[in-house]
């Protein structure tokens, strides 16, 4: 039997290498050395999905009619209680047969949208520290990224005017991402009419990720992108259950907007997945339709953890901004240190994990990133022993 060598298709091989491999690698090493590890990299919430919503999930498994293929944008249920929940939260209203499809996590439509839409040459603007997903969905649709740099100067928001305009004029599609993963800032809904005229002007397809709306403090709810004048007109936004809910396992989320673009990202779907499995929809109507019963305590927990962490480090001498939402601490590496070395001094000295800015991007450079995935004590154990090794 003659074998032969197997190649990966130009699109896998030239991916950029696992950043975190480096990570996973002097983890390893500390916890051989005995080390007691404290993982701050993570974007995984640590509490489990409400009880409610596993309780829907077990009723609703043992029903025959769920166990057959679903439709293809989601049962109408959901995208109706998405709809209410849209219009509930942020006062837009999406009409559930046209406006609205449900996803397998939200990445799953942030991973394919570009499919439906970019043609080999076409620009993607791409917020640049960002979730990895844009550029590599850009790339599997033949497009090119064009990066925004978020930078502290200006706020670490994408500055639209600084985007030149033979690229404006090539780009066909733009990310965004508020609350931001891994900066935590929140745009305002200014920013937003910013964006939507801008889009006009070009004709750039929206796609705003949305994934930490409902993680925030102090009481201050960000905005969706569908709130400025005419957003609809011109984009979509990416929702899902899984960091609302604590539900990441679950995989289940959903996209609303322009019923075009819906569309769209709803045809490459129905060609390569077959949708979300019925019981999880049926789970995920008692989520959205409970929400700030469920979610109110986990804010305030989130809260309670920022409020150790973000003090704590400040303290220290760190130069960091108290975060407005999402779960993420977003931190200045001291002087002489790079992203890498700063990672790399915390892990081998304190056993603390983070990850270094430079993975989401090379305008992360200079920067760690923190969560509050884990328990409050764990923080102030973490800030404790920063203390002790200082750097
Ligand atoms: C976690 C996350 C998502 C998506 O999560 P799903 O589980 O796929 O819904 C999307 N965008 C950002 C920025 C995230 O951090």
């Known amino acids: 039997m003659g074998g032969f060598p197997i190649t990966y298709a130009d699109r896998i091989r030239t991916l950029p290498p696992y950043l975190f491999a480096a990570i996973d690698e002097m983890k390893r090493k500390a916890i051989d050395r005995g080390m007691d590890i404290i993982n701050l990299g993570i974007g995984d919430p640590d509490l489990p999905t409400p009880t409610p919503i596993i309780d829907r999930l077990k009723q609703a498994v043992d029903d025959p009619k769920h166990h057959q293929y679903p439709s293809y944008d989601g049962m109408l249920s959901f995208r109706t209680a998405v709809a209410n929940w849209y219009q509930r939260r942020f006062g837009v209203q999406a009409d559930p047969t046209s406006e609205i499809v449900t996803l397998i996590g939200s990445k799953e439509g942030i991973g394919h949208v570009p499919l439906a839409f970019i043609n080999p040459g076409d620009v993607v603007l791409i917020p640049s520290p960002g979730y990895p997903v844009y550029p590599v969905a850009t ?60 889009a006009r002007e070009h004709h750039i ?128 590496v001291p002087k002489g240190f790079t992203s890498a070395s700063f990672t790399a001094h915390l892990i081998e000295h304190a056993g603390i994990v983070t990850t270094p800015g430079n993975g989401f991007g090379e305008p992360g450079e200079g920067y760690i990133r923190m969560t509050v995935t884990t328990p409050k004590e764990r923080l102030s154990e973490a800030v404790e022993r920063i203390k002790k090794v200082g750097w």
């Not at 600084?162 to 800032?185: E, G, H, R, W």
């Not at 990441?248 to 045809?267: C, E, H, P």
């Not at 979300?276 to 049926?282: G, K, L, N, R, T």
């Open 205 to 332: 397809i929206v796609c705003h990720d949305a994934a930490y709306t409902e993680i925030y403090y102090d009481g201050k709810r960000p905005p969706s992108f569908l709130e400025a004048d005419g957003a609809k007109e011109v984009g979509i936004e990416f929702h899902s259950l899984s960091k609302t809910f604590n539900m990441t396992g679950w995989r289940i989320g959903f996209a609303v907007g322009n019923r075009d673009v819906i569309g769209g990202l709803g045809k490459v779907k129905t060609n390569i997945d077959s949708g979300v499995f019925q019981a999880i929809q049926e789970a995920g109507i008692t989520a959205l339709e409970s929400d700030d019963q469920l979610t109110d305590g986990l804010r305030a927990i989130y809260q309670e953890r920022r409020d150790v962490l973000v003090p704590g480090l400040q303290g220290l001498g760190l130069t960091l901004d108290n975060p407005p939402a999402a779960f993420y601490v977003w931190i200045e």
């Open 139 to 198: 790339s599997f649709a033949g497009g090119t990224p064009y990066f925004m740099p978020l930078v502290k100067q200006h706020g670490f928001l994408p500055d639209l005017e600084a985007i030149p305009n033979d690229v404006a004029q090539n780009a066909k599609l733009m990310f965004l991402n508020s609350p931001n993963n891994p900066t935590s800032v929140v745009a305002d809904k200014a920013f937003f009419q910013r964006v939507v005229n801008f």
